[in-house]
């Protein structure tokens, strides 16, 4: 006989494709599914649905966002632009409350390897933000990996013509790391950016 | 302003109730969730739904079932009766294809300090299955904590007197451990235990 009864083992199934999900802890996703109240799975099922029905991408940014235009392009001005690869690298700057202009979403980054060349990303859509005028300031967000610097690289190529000004954010040793154990590709990165005091 | 927009911030809300799960996780599943095809997020919110609206309890075992009487109660007869904590145990038991009875789910197991009588688990099932005759073996499966020794010599002493032999899974020493390395309660067990070779 097989374990699972089938509506069971359908949830299971389904937990199962979540990142970093196994057998194991899908069971006991599922079962504490089971023992939910029936409004609270209701309410489950539809946030999910919610989501798929109300998360557009901006039209301006590319973000997320539930109407055409999110909120972060409807309050503040783009004379500041920050590209970054991926929405949620959005949030992850957000939650530092330090910057106040507004995103790029690219929706990845060059690589080759992937098949995944300049017109793959969402550059045109920047570029035809810039040629509205206003912006001064264009911040270099892509992760510090090859392709985060590859792109990264693109962009300012296309930019610096343009005459704006494209900055990278910096890299060298995290705060609070001992020099001991901080990696080497860091600390060499902290020499070669070392700033005058 | 708010980090998430609506419909992302409850999507993470809700898989931050599951056991585990937190902040980050929640919201790497909801990107998930978004990055999924309209078919796939609607198939997951529909086996929640379904699980919750097709699982019920077996009305002689107690485990879950799609109908009012579970597979293994159809299909098996009842001369031994393995009775465990919850589902989940009969899962792990099922897994193992070596036992070839029925189940007993209590659902819990007596525990003063959480006023958790004997009451308030499914006892009094597993005694009107065992007054219908034709069991001859009770296996005692709950956990071996305080609280699932204490169910097993309850329930043990109610059914002695019925004639009923009564059993528990053997503790001890798991396979594959090293004596160096056994838990010294295992250890101990399996000196009391010890079988003659």
């Known amino acids: 006989m097989k374990v699972y009864i089938e509506p069971i083992g359908k949830l299971i199934n389904e937990f199962?494709?979540?990142?970093?999900?196994?057998?194991k802890t899908a069971q006991r996703?599922?079962?504490k599914i089971i023992n939910m109240s029936?409004?609270?799975?209701?309410?489950?099922a539809e946030a999910i649905l919610n989501v798929k029905k109300n998360v557009h991408y901006c039209s301006i940014c590319g973000n997320y966002s539930e109407g055409d235009i999110c909120e972060?392009?409807?309050?503040?001005t783009s004379e500041v632009?920050?590209?970054?690869k991926e929405p949620k690298d959005v949030i992850a700057i957000e939650k530092l409350n330090e910057f106040n202009g507004?995103?790029?979403?690219?929706?990845?980054?060059?690589?080759?390897?992937?098949?995944?060349?300049?017109?793959?990303?969402?550059?045109?859509?920047?570029?035809?933000?810039?040629?509205?005028?206003?912006?001064?300031?264009?911040?270099?967000?892509?992760?510090?990996?090859?392709?985060?610097?590859?792109?990264?690289?693109?962009?300012?190529?296309?930019?610096?013509?343009?005459?704006?000004?494209?900055?990278?954010?910096?890299?060298?040793?995290?705060?609070?790391?001992?020099l001991e154990y901080a990696?080497?590709?860091?600390?060499a990165r902290a020499f070669i950016d070392r700033k005058t005091l």
């Open 72 to 76: 972060v392009c409807q309050k503040r």
């Open 102 to 178: 507004t995103y790029h979403v690219l929706h990845g980054t060059i690589s080759p390897l992937d098949g995944i060349g300049p017109n793959d990303i969402n550059i045109k859509g920047l570029l035809s933000r810039i040629s509205k005028g206003g912006v001064t300031e264009v911040i270099m967000a892509t992760n510090p990996d090859v392709e985060g610097e590859a792109t990264a690289l693109y962009i300012s190529n296309l930019l610096k013509p343009l005459g704006i000004k494209v900055t990278r954010l910096a890299h060298g040793i995290p705060i609070g790391t001992d």
């Open 16 to 23: 199962s494709k979540l990142p970093g999900v196994g057998a």
């Open 183 to 187: 990696d080497e590709v860091s600390l």
């Open 38 to 44: 029936e409004n609270e799975a209701k309410s489950f």
């Open 81 to 84: 632009i920050c590209v970054v």
């Open 29 to 31: 996703f599922a079962y």
